[in-house]
């Protein structure tokens, strides 16, 4: 015997936290002939709409007890969700025991991951894990043949258009897709706890791993036209492009997510007003300023070309002064923790331009992790929250550097974290002058950051490249002395780096005859 593919809903469950558009939800079925068991609070708020309900109680002959722990955990439930409509036994089971079928069941748990997002404490995080509604989702979801099955508000259209075109009945498509979901569901769920229970117990990488993304937005397409794309969002709680509000502009492609995001967590580590330009996830131009106006102008000289079509991030509220330089040049994605009335005003005769509001910046000390999908396996790490202050860091040459160089060290160090790697960046007066990114060899990235820096210098009319003066940082240690030399022909006057090659001693020995300040970190940026 063969399950049916169209199933008449005659009987649902409904027991739900989120009650958005459930009274017209339940009067809409009422109407078209379906009898509505509920609990608790959704049986309360559907028969207060004159709604008929029947509660669960009636029907198990046992009372809510133990906080509403307990309440559909009864076979008279479970049976009526599990119950093969196909098999003689299940039948005679169901008559035996005066178990009546469940059609529909409409469950959407307690909300554990609203509580999480609002940071609420250990005991109150243990009473939002559900426990009669996860089983209940289950038992539906297993036996979707005969069991339609909603766990989402934003599904409760498309169960009544379903019903619409087939008169009352569903489709055995259209519910295994409802079980997908709700299995799906169900396993983010349980991804959250156990992320929470895991932290709870200090441990950083637990024996299972899980991940859980719900509220997908699909995207035209991936990094190229013939990929497929789509965004889900997380439950972490970090100011970026994930939960910013779009003010205005075109859809976020892949490449603007992924793009503007490294600008946002990049300029959230200047502590003065900043600006980062960033093409293809890395900087093109980083400044910072007394004034944000400041520091556009400066991060924009730094490479103006690369700046064309790229994303812009601030770290301060963008002003109409800002706001009418950024946009006398093409950028695909402005974003910043806030807009004056009057800069938006600027933004808004370019329509295309998309514009993210993100209500804050995010800590950059914060923990976190970092995944990366393998074939076969998932690559986690924590977030790079290393920082280095001045106190940390080890004069290794004859000359110490001065204090303007110290500060423009520590900015180029940082910068360099959010560079790909093998990266090379130099600043001066608080803005890059050249940058070296993503090279297979650092004298590669020397060069490269060196040469463009002459190209900026002629296309500006300037005698001299803009790396005369500079300091430099390199995100891992120097292995030869020739990137030294390269990056002191370039001008460069100090040189920030982690230290740890076994040429240490050589390489310091060049910095000295070259009159160059060195100071080491002890401690790497690796981007890869």
Known sequence: MTSPDLVHISRALISVSCKIGLTEFAS???????????????????????????????????PEIMDGRIKTLHPLIHGGLLARRD???????????GISQIDLLVVDLYPFEITQSRGVGYDESVENIDIGGQAMIRAASKNHEFVTVIVDVDDYGRLLDEMYAH?????????????????????SYDAAISVWLAREAGEIFPRRFTLSGFSPRMLRYGENPHQ?????????????????????????????????????????????????????????????????????????????????GGIVAANRKIDFVTATKIAAIFVEVVIAPYFDQDALEVFIEKKNLRVLKTGGIPDPTSSGLIINNLSGGLLVQSRDTGRINQDELKVVTKRYPTEAEIRDLLLAFRICKHVKSNAIVYVKDGSTAAIGAGQTSRIDAAKIAALKAKEMAEVAGELKPRTFGSVVASDAFLPFIDSLIIIAEAGATAIIQPGGSVRDKEIITVANERNLAMVLTGMRHLFH
């Open 228 to 308: 497929q794309a789509a965004f889900y969002r997380t439950t972490e709680k970090r100011f970026g492009v994930s939960n910013a509000e779009q003010i205005q502009g075109k859809k976020l492609s892949y490449n603007n997510l992924n793009d503007t995001a490294a600008a946002f967590e990049l300029v959230s580590e200047l502590e003065r007003p900043g600006i980062a330009i960033i093409k293809h996830s890395n900087p093109c131009g980083v400044a910072v300023a007394n004034l944000l106006s400041e520091a556009w102008d400066a991060a924009l000289a730094s490479d103006p070309i690369s700046a064309f």
């Open 87 to 97: 098999k003689d036994d299940h039948v005679a089971a169901m008559n035996e025991y």
């Open 167 to 187: 008169n009352g009945y569903t489709t055995m498509a259209f519910r295994r897709k409802l079980a997908a979901i709700a299995y799906g569901r169900t396993a």
């Open 28 to 62: 809409t079925l009422s109407h078209m002939g379906v009898e509505i068991l509920s609990t608790g609070g959704s049986s309360k708020k559907i028969a207060d709409a004159g709604i008929p309900v029947v509660d669960v109680a009636k029907i198990t002959g046992f």
